[in-house]
């Protein structure tokens, strides 16, 4: 098994703590993890994006054209990386702020009204986990034990009091992905 | 049990210096190797190990402290990014000069100049060719993965000491910000004053013992005579590296009509290239250079009469495609030698090098082995 994958949105979205908690999770399952953010003069409100690859073999290259799935989370992103996504790959994007959906017709597209949940759950910090738990849903590669403990890995001490949280949104993204495409 | 963890790569080689007994970093910022010293001070191992972290006032007081800390024994490390190490290259001509050991971490980034702060390898001359002035080499080592960033912080200081001669890592931004899983080495105590005495008390400048002569450290000698003894002394330690350390991994070469040639990310992207082009039916394997100095070259003599061509993939205008060329050349073999690269802080694609490869062998792939006489 190797998945390849890219995470992309704004800055400050989460979306470089999101892939080192999927990483953390792949080496709870005894995975080889490769985590390559985009680098540079990058700011809040910018644009960040992070390469997360979990495979059962030697990782080769960390630069990936064609990847088995997207975390699309701006219009921006989808339209940079729409494209980018394997025939018969998964996209997971979050319809807020999104003018042009998706247009492929040959991969599979899913949508978490994320943004507006997290707001709802009175937490909007805890928007991209509620995606994380979502992308679980559709690509069921971790299961939610060695997610809880990537979370106590990744997360400071003083923060693992918010775990139950986390599991909480995760649990929540889960439940409200919906299908839009599958193929 | 080891310690498994998710780390950068720049904080590995900060953990690593640690772990491995390090007396003395010595270091100035610098994208993209800034979280090294960051990790360090983070780390605050004065309180746990006495290492010492200073943050020095430029890159070319850094190497002038890790001179001096050099000369009396203790192992002593700082890193920086290209523009950095040029300014150290002096600093590292006297330490190459003085014979002293010590390690150096270059987080490559896009020049000339200030470029860019995106991954390169265009510091490939650089580092093995000397860099600062005068007849000299530095042991350069290319991790190709957070793991051997962790591994080659220990296996640096080791051949810098066995060789009393200042040892590189020679890595890029692409290393350095990524994260991978990592099997942390176990912490070795720092050596003890009596066990630094016992070990180099014949050349380190370790405060005068009653029984024997003082310990000079300098790379000074005004006695042409005796430079080019000294010379003539170092030639022969880096002879014996060529001979002793060379230190490479070739993947599927046994049965492959192409040699791709690449060191560091380059060849974590060139192992997919392979990957992709045995799919099309293209018999391709890839040579990556652990050691650049010393070159492998008596594997890519042995590759060089049984192959059809190799192909150097650089982050760079082609430097180590020079190298293979003069083994290719050595061996007496007339296969073709190609480079392909991109640069400025652009890393080439698994499928970019794929198609580099058809492109520049066309004939060899339809016609075989084009031998020119």
């Known amino acids: ?183 | 049990m080891a310690e498994i963890r998710l780390m950068k790569g720049n904080e590995v080689l900060a953990e690593a210096a640690i772990r491995c007994g390090c007396d003395g970093y010595f270091g100035y910022p610098i994208t993209p190797q800034s979280e090294v010293m960051e990790t360090l001070m983070a780390r605050e191992p004065w309180n746990e190990t006495g290492m010492v972290v200073l943050q020095a006032e430029s890159e070319v007081a850094a190497i002038n402290m890790l001179y001096g800390a050099a000369g009396t024994g203790k192992k002593s490390m700082t890193s920086s990014s290209s523009p950095g190490i040029s300014l150290m290259s002096e600093g590292l001509s006297y330490i190459a000069g003085a014979e002293l050991p010590c390690l150096v971490v270059n987080v490559q980034r896009g020049g000339p100049g200030l470029g860019t702060i995106q991954p390169s390898q265009a510091d490939y001359f650089q580092a093995v060719k000397g860099g600062g002035h005068g007849d000299y080499k530095l042991i350069v080592l290319a991790p190709s993965s957070v793991q051997e960033m962790n591994d080659f912080v220990d296996l640096g200081f080791e051949l810098a000491f066995k060789y009393r001669n200042p040892a590189m890592i020679l890595t890029d931004g692409a290393l350095g910000q990524m994260m991978e899983k990592v099997e942390l080495a176990e912490f070795k105590p720092r050596w003890t004053e009596e066990e630094i005495e016992n070990k180099f008390g014949v050349w380190a400048s370790t405060g005068k013992k009653t029984n024997r002569d003082r310990n000079v450290v300098t790379s000074l000698v005004m006695d042409s005579e005796e430079m080019e003894q000294n010379n003539l002394r170092f030639q022969e330690k880096y002879k014996k590296m060529e001979e002793e350390e060379v230190r490479y991994e070739a993947i599927q070469c046994e049965d492959a009509d192409f040699i791709i040639v690449a060191f560091g990310t380059c060849s974590r992207v060139c192992l997919k290239s392979v990957e992709l082009a045995r799919a099309k039916g293209l018999k391709v394997g890839l040579l990556r250079p652990i050691t650049l100095f010393p070159f492998p070259n008596k594997i890519i003599k042995e590759l060089a009469r049984k192959s059809k061509g190799f192909l150097s993939v650089e982050m760079s205008a082609g430097q180590m495609v020079e190298d293979i060329k003069l083994a290719v050349y050595e061996a007496g073999s007339t296969v073709r030698v190609n480079y392909y690269g991109r640069m400025g802080g652009i890393i080439p694609t698994p499928e970019e090098v794929v198609d580099a490869l058809e492109d520049k062998f066309s004939w060899e792939i339809s016609y075989g082995v084009k031998r020119s006489y």
């Open chain 1, 1 to 183: 098994m190797t998945e390849e994958m890219i995470i992309a949105g704004f800055g400050g979205q989460g979306v470089l703590s999101m892939g080192k908690i999927l990483a953390y999770s792949g080496i709870m399952e005894d995975k080889e993890v490769t985590w390559f953010p985009s680098y540079g003069p990058e700011m809040r409100g910018g644009t960040a994006n992070v390469t997360v690859i979990l495979s059962d073999t030697r990782i080769s290259s960390p630069i990936v054209k064609h990847f088995d799935t997207a975390i699309i989370l701006n219009q921006q992103s989808l339209d940079k990386f729409q494209d980018s996504v394997k025939p018969g790959g998964t996209l997971l994007y979050d319809p807020n702020g999104i003018i042009h959906p998706p247009e492929r017709t040959d991969i599979n597209i899913y949508k978490v009204d994320a943004t507006v949940t997290a707001v709802e759950m009175g937490n909007p910090k805890v928007f991209n986990m509620i995606v994380f738990g979502s992308y679980l849903k559709v690509r069921p590669i971790l299961t939610l034990d060695n997610v809880e403990k990537g979370l106590e890995k990744s997360l400071p001490v003083r923060y693992h009091k918010l775990i139950p949280l986390n599991i909480q949104a995760i649990k929540k993204g889960q439940e409200i992905v919906e299908s839009v495409l599958e193929v």
